[in-house]
């Protein structure tokens, strides 16, 4: 394994599952581990892990919030806050957030990996708001 691929680094997969193939836990490396790392980010809710009660990001805040363009940017205000804080192999570029179908927010965020410098990016729609 290169240096920037063991800084990339290796983790168990998200969600969490077994290797069919050795019946081990199903790992993820590089990359992958890295946009899986900025999905888990997004989804826990601060104070939900115990032993780390600030990991996370705080759009959860959010879930009743009408779902207009200015909760949009303070969801792109939080994602962009989290992953700084918690996500040291990446460096952000860019998130846009706007307002989705079905009360959901669509959320871009555009990154570089620090290692390599290689941009990426990843797209997810949050249920966090209503209509």
């Not at 920037?4 to 290797?19: A, H, I, K, T, V």
């Not at 009360?103 to 410098?117: L, Q």
Request: hydrophobic share 40%; with cysteine.
């Amino acid at each position: 394994m290169s240096i920037d691929q063991e800084y990339l680094g290796r983790g168990w997969s998200f969600p969490f599952g077994f290797d069919s193939a050795d019946g081990g836990v199903s790992m993820s490396t590089g990359e992958e581990n890295i946009r899986q790392c900025i999905a888990i980010i997004l989804s826990t809710k601060p104070g939900e892990r115990q032993m780390l009660p600030t990991f996370g990001c705080r759009i959860h805040e959010l879930l009743f919030a009408p779902n207009t363009k200015a909760t949009s940017a303070l969801i792109a205000h939080h994602v962009r806050e989290a992953l700084a804080l918690w996500e040291p192999r990446i460096e952000v570029t860019d998130v846009n957030a706007h307002p989705g179908p079905n009360g959901t927010v669509e959320v871009r965020v555009d990154y570089v990996i620090t290692a390599t410098r290689a941009t990426q990016s990843i797209t997810q729609a949050l249920s966090t708001v209503n209509r």
